[in-house]
């Protein structure tokens, strides 16, 4: 029974996270061919010992090689990083003073804060990223009401640009970001800033002193948790974005659908995934970190 | 109990030269309806021990508060030391707090935690280490410097708090329940701790408590709080012996209350309590007028206890043991007298084998003195 229970996580990773792993791996050492399914080799468990050799020896880097031969895909992927560093950073300087409030809002409002940050998850996010065309389109809302307003006399270019790619960021995960900070803020005993100021501090240096360095664990889970899903974005720059928008997302779209190349497709995905394992595995120490100092 | 260098007895409220540290004048706080403080004056003097002490939600709290600037009155006027205070906000104040949860810094060291009230005087690093090694060795935690908070033990902390909040060399420490946090007997150190650390440092500190025993241990003065109001401000002694009213009688300590009316005020007062018995006699404990309803207030303790009719002794009644009480250096007699009112006794178990000679269904007679009781207005 006990080994039927810790065998579960075990059967559901295999079966859904190895085995694809193992398939894409196995696709990306491929070569394109036109063919259903458009790679070749295939393993043909008929033909025995040697069939299963004649397959393997197949398997080459040659995708691999490829990535480093054309500019893009490197260009793709610092690009990548640089917009979800960027993202990341505006995420945080957006959300931290909204999980502030909302951890310094009378408690009786709390909930309803809480609700309101929640509330967006409840429509697709492939709507909610629509609608943003429409606000940011030269014809859009937003040009309508800075015409109106008379801040600016020609309508700005603003969808298919970079700008709307960190708008539509921004919005999409400003909840992992403010909900982690909000949690280390609210548990914070209201006190420790009431001693920091009655040792000398004002309540600016109280914030930094204090608050800031309490945040600390909240801040660093929101931002991995927004830096994360990031760097692989394909919907938003390929909505939002305009040519000139590179990210490996977009990339590795194209290369599956486009030029149906999924052999290089694949090994664009392997080696994103590879790049990305830092950072999870740095997200999964701070977490241990913070549940250690707790206890 | 502080006790000056010379040898008369530490009292400065008694010396009318004496100038007080903290003038409180006519101050009263009110949150919306509520008043939580209602127009209280009071004057502590430097190096008191000073005690606030009252049930939850007297306004004990909401007055040390004041003192270090986290509320201002609604009106009325703070001084400390002939300053002052209503424009002064908390990080300007020559007053340290030490809070209840003891508010630590858990991102800090215990040594960084010391170091931090230090650290925004500006002062340089040889300085602030000194000074800090000084408070480590005061409250005995040079070991512990490097720990963070929850890597040391409550009473640490507790200890941690108190260096931190002593660290400025405040000209006033505000206490906030410094020991509610402890298990008894720590406590019990602690406090002897406490006074001997306010002894050596000079420092004038203010302690809020809701444990009577706490208070008549460590405090120099003791205000006794209700309802915003102070009730009595007195020494310990004083506070025990002669408590203005039956509030305080009944809050500090253990005490029979017995309820009746003024019947003489010739020698002593005299109240009578039931029909056909004689009035118990004790001392005015407050200006009385014949005929007033009042209640005599006697500490267990002060009664004796006999088989036989004491006959040197005008107070005293007969009545039925209901409860022995056992406590190890004392027993506790409940004896019910036949009018319905229950008495309390203590009798000190002096010797290991003593023989006991009351037990449970006994006719005992209880007496005392004439100066044992108090007559209170009710």
């Given at each position: 029974m006990r080994r039927l229970l810790v065998g579960v996580p075990y059967v559901w990773l295999l079966v859904l996270f190895l085995v694809p792993f193992g398939i894409v791996l196995k696709i990306s050492l491929s070569d394109i061919a036109l063919a259903i399914p458009p790679y070749t080799p295939t393993l043909d468990l008929s033909g025995g010992w040697a069939g299963i050799r004649e397959f393997f020896s197949q398997l080459d880097l040659e995708n691999y090689v490829f990535l480093t031969s054309d500019d893009l895909y490197w260009k793709a992927y610092l690009s990548s990083l640089q917009i979800a560093v960027i993202a990341t950073f505006l995420t945080l300087l957006a959300g931290f003073p909204i999980a502030y409030g909302m951890a310094r809002a009378p408690e009786e409002w709390r909930p309803a804060l809480l609700m309101l940050v929640i509330l967006p998850f409840w429509t697709s996010f492939l709507i909610r990223v629509y609608a943003w065309i429409g606000i940011l389109s030269t014809e859009g809302f937003l040009n309508q009401f800075l015409l109106w307003?008379?801040?600016?006399?020609?309508?700005?270019?603003?969808?298919?640009?970079?700008?709307?790619?960190?708008?539509?960021?921004?919005?999409?995960?400003?909840?992992?970001m403010i909900l982690p900070i909000y949690a280390t803020l609210?548990?914070?005993?209201?006190?420790?800033?009431?001693?920091?100021?009655?040792?000398?501090?004002?309540?600016?240096?109280?914030?930094?002193?204090?608050?800031?360095?309490?945040?600390?664990?909240?801040?660093?889970?929101?931002?991995?948790l927004v830096f994360i899903p990031t760097l692989g974005e394909f919907v938003i720059p390929s909505l939002l974005g305009g040519s000139d928008t590179l990210m490996i997302g977009k990339v590795l779209w194209e290369e599956f659908f486009n030029n149906r190349d999924w052999p290089v497709a694949s090994a664009v995905a392997i080696i994103l995934l590879l790049i990305l394992i830092v950072p999870i595995i740095l997200f999964q120490r701070n977490q241990q970190l913070n549940r250690e100092a707790e206890q | 109990m502080a006790v000056s260098g010379k040898d008369d007895v530490f009292a400065p409220w008694k010396d009318a030269t004496a100038e007080p540290l903290i003038k409180i004048n006519g101050v009263t706080k009110r949150f919306g309806d509520f008043t939580a403080i209602d127009n209280i004056s009071l004057e502590i003097y430097p190096q008191e021990f000073?005690?606030?002490?009252?049930?939850?939600?007297?306004?004990?709290?909401?007055?040390?508060?004041?003192?270090?600037?986290?509320?201002?009155?609604?009106?009325g006027v703070i001084s400390i030391d002939g300053q002052d205070m209503s424009t002064v906000p908390p990080n300007k104040r020559a007053v340290n707090m030490m809070f209840q949860s003891y508010a630590l810094f858990p991102h800090l060291s215990v040594w960084e935690n010391i170091a931090f009230g230090l650290r925004r005087?500006?002062?340089?690093?040889?300085?602030?280490?000194?000074?800090?090694?000084?408070?480590?060795?005061?409250?005995?935690?040079?070991?512990?410097?490097?720990?963070?908070?929850?890597?040391?033990?409550?009473?640490?902390?507790?200890?941690?708090?108190?260096?931190?909040?002593?660290?400025?060399?405040?000209?006033?420490?505000?206490?906030?329940?410094?020991?509610?946090?402890?298990?008894?007997?720590?406590r019990q150190e602690t406090q002897f701790e406490l006074m001997d650390i306010q002894e050596k440092t000079g420092t004038t500190f203010v302690i809020v408590t809701h444990d009577q025993e706490e208070a008549m241990t460590v405090a120099s003065r003791v205000a006794v709080m209700d309802h915003g109001q102070l009730i009595q401000v007195e020494t310990p002694e004083v506070i025990y012996e002669q408590p203005n009213s039956v509030y305080v009688a009944d809050f500090i300590g253990d005490v029979n209350l017995i309820e009746g009316s003024v019947s003489g005020l010739d020698s002593g007062a005299e109240l009578a309590w039931a029909e056909g018995r004689d009035p118990l006699i004790g001392q005015p404990g407050a200006s009385l007028s014949k005929g007033q309803s009042a209640s005599f207030a006697i500490r267990p303790e002060k009664i004796a206890i006999s088989a036989e009719e004491p006959q040197d002794r005008r107070n005293r009644v007969q009545g039925k043991i209901l409860d022995i009480g056992y406590l190890g250096?004392?027993?506790?007699?409940?004896?019910?007298?036949?009018?319905?009112?229950?008495?309390?006794?203590?009798?000190?178990?002096?010797?290991?084998?003593?023989?006991?000679?009351?037990?449970?269904?006994?006719?005992?007679?209880?007496?005392?003195?004439?100066?044992?009781?108090?007559?209170?207005?009710?």
């Open positions: 307003t008379g801040l600016i006399s020609e309508p700005l270019t603003i969808l298919n640009t970079n700008t709307a790619v960190y708008i539509g960021i921004v919005y999409t995960y400003l909840p992992f609210e548990r914070m005993d209201a006190s420790l800033l009431e001693a920091a100021e009655d040792l000398g501090c004002s309540r600016i240096q109280a914030f930094w002193l204090v608050t800031l360095p309490l945040a600390r664990p909240g801040v660093v889970a929101g931002c991995f | 000073f005690a606030l002490l009252g049930p939850s939600g007297c306004g004990k709290t909401t007055l040390m508060r004041m003192l270090a600037g986290f509320e201002t009155p609604t009106s005087d500006g002062l340089d690093k040889e300085k602030i280490a000194a000074r800090v090694e000084e408070m480590l060795k005061l409250v005995q935690l040079g070991k512990f410097a490097k720990r963070k908070p929850h890597q040391i033990s409550g009473g640490q902390r507790q200890r941690v708090a108190l260096a931190r909040s002593l660290a400025k060399a405040p000209k006033l420490l505000l206490l906030d329940e410094p020991l509610g946090a402890l298990d008894k007997k720590l250096n004392l027993s506790t007699y409940h004896v019910e007298l036949p009018d319905g009112p229950i008495i309390k006794c203590e009798v000190g178990n002096r010797s290991r084998i003593e023989r006991r000679d009351f037990t449970w269904e006994d006719e005992v007679w209880l007496s005392w003195s004439d100066t044992a009781g108090l007559v209170l207005p009710r």
